[in-house]
């Protein structure tokens, strides 16, 4: 098995990847919420779709420091 260092890249709930909100031009998480669903069940993606839209990520390690963004 191989290890990847930044395994944190979609919302679990809906199965979408930060990289096609991205893609998407989603520019708020409001916007990925109503229109992919984003954040709205567990809302564990919330910091990170917040990071992804300050920083431009789209794939995150475990431990990153999302505590700012959320």
């Known amino acids: 098995m191989v290890f990847d260092p930044t ?9 979408v990847t930060f ?14 919420s109503e229109r992919f ?13 917040t990071k992804m839209l300050v920083t431009g990520e789209t794939a995150f390690s475990i ?3 999302v505590s700012q963004a959320a």
């Open 63 to 65: 431990d990153a420091d």
């Open 19 to 32: 990289e096609e909100l991205s893609e998407a031009g989603v520019a708020t998480l409001e916007e990925a």
């Open 7 to 15: 395994p944190i890249r979609r919302c679990v709930c809906f199965n």
């Open 37 to 49: 669903g984003c954040g709205t069940k567990c809302g564990t993606c919330r910091p990170y779709i």
